[in-house]
């Protein structure tokens, strides 16, 4: 799902689905306002249309916000190439890189190469269905450049429940929120094996040391101080004690191994993917 | 307890108790080598003498390790002084800090100051019970500027399950082990108001914030990268996942703050104290 905001109307482009009554998913939330498939109970804005139309969902915008599992970027980029206005500001909520021939591509650079326009990045430890019930949370804004452009995300996102700051290294953040999960399969690992409290924080700080030290390997502009932020260090803890990629380590571990990811990942996630 | 190294040997004051069928607990433990009152199932090296008598375990040591909780520390720094060796060097496993009319006072500081000699510190994710099983943990020695006492104490704690590392920050060090019980009090509320995981994990991370700001307050030669050791990051995680002030502050949030602390504190610690 990727939304498209243009002034006050929020565009959402949803990939369309018959519901087992017959009717089109984009219409019942039209209707309801509500994403009784996804986010069923949540009462999205009245601002906020569906639509299953993708090319016409970005035409006009100017802010558009990436959400979409991160194996389908290449392919939605390639669709509205061309087809955005020239000003549009991007912003990106994908978890992950896309490893190619010539070594990893972030998502938002990705995004900046197939459009040809400015992209920031949003991670945090953000429990989608915490913060739809308006639970506190807090999540970081990522930016190369633009403070401008950052800002503008910072106030559209804010709210007294979701406090969100703006720091100047996309791919620090960006960085945090896609190596997280590997430190994650890591603490499901001890999980599994029963190896106690001091054992996990240990396996999470040597985590999140390596995800630094590998992120300024890629890039060398990224700041220590990223790691202290809510995509950092808070997203870190919220992935290693829930999360599925803790769940399904911790599963294959109990199982000694003997039983594969691929295996337990189609039992445990419901047709979700380890990411 | 105070424990005190002797080339091989290890005295370790032990505060007399008679055991409820008569016998002496360093009777006891030197029998038996094993603590049965404080970590029973444990058996200690057959080096470690207990011994009664504080003037008599210090006297000849010049290794002195202080794992005595803080309220006891400044007696007996005072009955000790002057009748121990002049060379001697100190380790504080202590967490907490004397609050004094001139200000607050860390515990390295106050066993210098009383002993005359040179005192570091470890602190860490360090739960007790799963150290004694030999489940594999981290530790940070801070030290104030005698790197080699620092390497002597590595040395002397290093094993294959247990991983020292030496940062020159004995205030860092020091203060991440006493400020992140503040933290596991507000983790505690968090957990008895049932406001979920991004709610607790940006307490988590604002806390460390908190800590750092604090703890540079009080010693601008605080360094950043103390947060990251396993004193720091890791040592608050498990204190905001499992320890008592974690848990007395989410019996008190649970119970809308009807109940005092020290009503909860007498009933679910078992006459340990909040620190």
Redesign the interface.
């Known amino acids: 799902m990727s939304c498209v905001m243009n002034s006050d109307e929020v565009r959402m482009w949803v990939y369309e689905e018959t519901l087992p009554n017959g009717e089109k998913l984009t219409d019942v939330i039209n209707q309801t306002n509500e994403n009784v498939k996804y986010l069923p109970g949540i009462k999205l804005g009245k601002n906020v249309v569906a639509d299953p139309d993708l090319e016409n969902a970005v035409r006009d915008a100017n802010m558009l916000v990436f959400v979409t599992p991160h194996q389908f970027m290449e392919g939605i980029c390639k669709r509205i190439a061309g087809k955005i206005r020239a000003d549009a500001e991007a912003i990106s909520l994908v978890k992950g890189m896309e490893v190619k021939m010539e070594g990893p591509c972030m998502i938002s650079t990705l995004i900046s190469e197939e459009l040809g326009i400015n992209c920031s990045v949003l991670m945090g430890?953000?429990?989608a269905n915490?913060?739809a019930v308006e639970?506190?949370?807090?999540a970081t804004v990522g930016y190369r450049q633009n403070r401008e452009a950052a800002e503008r995300w910072v106030q559209l996102f804010y709210t007294h429940y979701f406090?969100v700051t703006a720091v100047q290294d996309v791919e620090g953040v960006e960085l945090c929120g896609t190596l997280k999960n590997v430190v994650a399969i890591a603490a499901g690992f001890v999980d599994g094996l029963e190896?106690?409290?001091?054992?996990?924080?240990?396996i999470?700080?040597?985590g999140?040391?390596e995800m630094?030290a590998f992120s300024k390997l890629l890039f060398p502009s990224v700041k220590?101080?990223t790691?202290?932020?809510?995509c950092g260090?808070?997203?870190l803890?919220?992935t290693c004690?829930?999360g599925r990629n803790r769940k399904v380590a911790e599963a294959y571990a109990k199982n000694g191994g003997k039983r594969s990811f691929d295996e337990l990942e189609a039992e445990m996630l419901q047709g979700q993917k380890l990411q």
Chains 1, 2 share one sequence.
């Open positions: 430890a953000n429990i915490e913060i639970k506190f949370s807090e406090i190896m106690g409290n001091n054992t996990k924080a240990a999470m700080r040597l999140l040391r630094k220590d101080s790691f202290f932020e809510s260090v808070a997203d803890i919220t004690l829930g």
